[in-house]
């Protein structure tokens, strides 16, 4: 799992690993979800996950952003979860 402010390589980079068999996702915020989905269908893995989580991240202290870490946590679980039953 990749975080940011979701610049264009945070997404070339999972999807390559995607590509290669690996189970990756992508963490973002709402107003980057639709860069995210394009991005992913660009470099070829339109079904790459986005771990979403809430805006803005920029300007938090350390224990805002850890809020948000925690938050994102059960769908990281999940992801894990499905790659497993899938495997």
């Known amino acids: 799992v990749q975080t940011c402010a979701l610049p264009i390589w945070s997404v070339h980079d999972m999807t390559q690993l995607a590509k290669r068999g690996l189970t990756t996702a992508v963490?973002?915020?709402e107003p980057f979800r639709g860069l995210g989905k394009n991005?992913?269908?660009?470099?070829?893995v339109p079904e790459l996950p986005l771990v979403m989580i809430e805006h803005p991240l920029g300007?938090?202290?350390l224990e805002q952003v850890e809020g948000r870490a925690l938050a994102?946590?059960?769908q990281v679980v999940e992801l894990i979860k499905t790659a497993l039953k899938q495997s």
Do not use: E, N, T, Y
């Open 59 to 61: 300007g938090l202290s």
């Open 39 to 44: 991005q992913a269908r660009v470099f070829g």
């Open 27 to 29: 963490v973002c915020s």
């Open 72 to 74: 994102a946590i059960p």
